[in-house]
T-cell receptor, first 114, second 112 residues
């Protein structure tokens, strides 16, 4: 069974640029959630995708957008990068439809915006 | 206040028990989780408890839930230096299923 994978592991961008982060969900999972973890903080929910549609969104501006593909993998896109976007971005996959939807996390992508 | 609160630091000696505490505000919280994060890594699921339970034991880990006080704790028996990490409490609210609300994490340091 393959766990959640994310790419790239690290990324450096400059303010105003755009970035795409990728996530492959765990085998058998159909839902992907994205979280932002700033230094010294707990993860904050960005949004969740189920059946290729956004299924819940946290308090993040529209320049944070995402996609889910038919194979349940997902992308997180961030436009017009700001310095405060520097963080660890975590992807979590789960199976929607069971009694409970435990989320399993990938290793994260560390984004630095200069 | 914050949705989920944890104390930031805990230090214990190797072999002792560690108890990490968490309080939450939403009484509709259904599932409550403990995750572990080692330096530079993602989150590793340790255990979870459903809101209709008051205790769950899994090897060295014991989770206690007091729904009345909205208090969750994680006890690690015979703590080892490899247990040094940040431990996050996370809850799922009944109103926003699928979304995890995290505390700021407790940095556990285990001294040999």
């Amino acid at each position: 069974e393959t766990g959640v994978t994310q790419s790239p592991t690290h990324l450096i961008k400059t303010r105003g640029q755009q970035v795409t982060l990728r996530c492959s969900s765990q085998s058998g999972h159909n839902t992907v959630s994205w979280y932002q973890q700033a230094l010294g903080q707990g993860p904050q929910f960005i949004f969740q995708y189920y059946r290729e549609e956004e299924n819940g969104r946290g308090n993040f501006p529209p320049r944070f957008s995402g996609l889910q593909f038919p194979n349940y993998s997902s992308e997180l896109n961030v436009n017009a990068l700001e310095l405060d976007d520097s963080a660890l971005y975590l992807c979590a996959s789960s199976f929607a439809g069971g009694q409970q939807e435990t989320q399993y996390f990938g290793p994260g992508t560390r984004l630095l915006v200069l | 206040g914050e949705d989920v609160e944890q104390s930031l630091f805990l230090s214990v000696r190797e072999g002792d028990s560690s108890v990490i505490n968490c309080t939450y505000t939403d009484s509709s919280s259904t599932y409550l989780y403990w995750y572990k994060q080692e330096p530079g890594a993602g989150l590793q699921l340790l255990t979870y408890i459903f809101s209709n339970m008051d205790m769950k034991q899994d090897q060295r880990l014991t989770v206690l839930l007091n729904k009345k006080d909205k208090h969750l704790s994680l006890r690690i028996a015979d703590t080892q230096t490899g247990d040094s990490a940040i431990y996050f409490c996370a809850v799922v609210r009944g109103s926003t299923l699928g979304r995890l609300y995290f505390g700021r994490g407790t940095q556990l340091t285990v001294w040999p």
